[in-house]
């Protein structure tokens, strides 16, 4: 019997990607034949780092990775899954916080493409408190926060705050 590709998608905002993500890529990127990084376009809010930025740092951080792409992407999470004929759509959970607006997201994405399934990965302990939101605080902040991003994110978001070439 001809077996369908296993396609995934890792969709996020990643403003900016964390060691939190690149975890949660390496552990999904297993359990697929092919994982999509999928970063969505806001075009309502100003990034951090802009959208190539953070693709481009993805990317780096993943080429140890060969199943692995890193897209962006604009419109709606479902309907972009189906072009790319992708049945599996991968979230991170830290804490029980996070479970409300994943559950709620989760519903409305199986509302509107049933054959879609949505899987959580729990995230690692290490990284359980690690989110975009804290290394953006103390980055901007001046604080240290080399220990929370991949050294490709670390150099960018220190070029993108003016402090190196
Ligand atoms: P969004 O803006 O869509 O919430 P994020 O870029 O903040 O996207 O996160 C993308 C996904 O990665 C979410 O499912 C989130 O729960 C998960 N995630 C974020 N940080 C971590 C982490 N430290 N460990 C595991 N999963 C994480």
């Given amino acids: ?17 964390t060691l939190g993500h690149v975890d949660l890529i390496e552990r999904a990127s297993g359990l697929v034949d092919r994982l999509i990084v999928g ?3 806001n075009s309502q809010k100003t990034p951090f780092l802009d959208i190539e930025t953070r693709t481009q740092a993805l990317r780096e951080c993943t080429a140890h990775l060969p199943n692995v792409e890193v897209e ?3 419109g709606l999470l479902v309907n972009w899954a189906e072009t790319k004929n992708c049945r599996i759509l ?3 959970l830290r804490a029980v916080s996070d479970y409300d607006s994943e559950f709620r997201i989760a519903m409305a994405n199986r509302s509107m493409a049933p054959d879609i399934e949505t ?3 729990i995230a690692r302990d ?3 408190f690690l989110s975009s939101s804290v290394v953006r605080e103390a980055a901007t902040l ?10 490709p994110v670390y150099h960018r978001i220190e070029k993108a705050l003016g402090r190196t070439d």
């Fill in 72 to 74: 962006a992407f604009t």
């Fill in 39 to 41: 970063i969505g376009i």
């Fill in 142 to 151: 001046g604080g240290n926060y080399s220990q929370f991003v991949p050294e």
């Fill in 90 to 92: 991968i979230r991170g």
């Fill in 126 to 128: 290490t990284y359980s």
């Fill in 1 to 17: 019997m001809l077996q369908m590709e296993r396609i995934g998608i890792y969709p996020g905002s990643f403003d900016p990607p």
């Fill in 119 to 121: 899987v959580f990965l």
